[in-house]
């Protein structure tokens, strides 16, 4: 683990190879796991707030499981999290026309419509952060559905904390990232990949 402020970070970060590969992987980080996706309570309220200009972008069955269960839910972990439609797919993701899961509201935020583009969370993925009373654990979840972004990152030659430089600055700002970019040159040039 590697300190940098309030933050442990997992070597995993450093050394693993990632850029997401949607037209293999279909999105599929929107429909796996055992709940949704984890948000804060100031984005489960922007989520609300700004329902009125992604809402058309949403499947009617989808639109109406927010009406059911509400733009957030609590999860059996006891975490604040994205609805599910049938246990499965986050409420807010839709099938485009290629038959990729693509988010609603990234796509309202994409055209202009809103200025919150998703919560952190989903932009991190597949970094998951542990937030504990003293520092933030950031670590990597190696999943099969990311398979595919492994084999592109590799072959592109960027590093997980690389692909992921937007939304570990919105999370921890300008100078943390530039304090990971000094951690990640000196493990590169001190530790041999095994």
Not at 7 to 36: H, N, Q, W
Not at 57 to 79: C, M, T, W, Y
Not at 103 to 124: D, Q, Y
Request: charged fraction near 30%; proline fraction near 6%.
């Amino acid at each position: 683990m590697i300190e940098i402020g309030n933050t442990l970070i997992s070597r995993a970060v450093f050394e693993e190879y990632f850029f997401c590969d949607l037209p293999k992987c279909k999105g599929a980080c929107c429909m796996e796991g055992d709940s949704g996706a984890p948000v804060t309570p100031e984005e489960a309220k922007m989520i609300e707030k700004e329902y009125p200009v992604f809402e058309e972008f949403l499947p009617e069955a989808h639109r109406k499981e927010i009406q059911q269960q509400g733009f957030s839910v609590i999860d059996r972990d006891n975490d604040l999290v994205t609805p599910l439609v049938n246990n499965q797919q986050c409420v807010y993701a839709f099938f485009d026309e290629n038959g990729i899961l693509k988010c609603a509201i990234e796509k309202a935020w994409m055209n202009g419509l809103t200025p919150f583009r998703k919560p952190v969370s989903c932009h991190l993925f597949p970094i998951r952060i542990t937030e504990y009373r003293r520092f933030d654990a950031i670590n990597y979840e190696e999943l099969e559905i990311c398979k595919p972004g492994r084999i592109c990152g590799k072959s592109n030659k960027v590093k997980l904390w690389q692909f992921l430089k937007e939304p570990l600055i919105k999370k921890y700002g300008e100078a943390w990232y530039k304090e990971l970019e000094i951690a990640a040159g000196y493990l590169e040039k001190n530790f041999t990949e095994s």
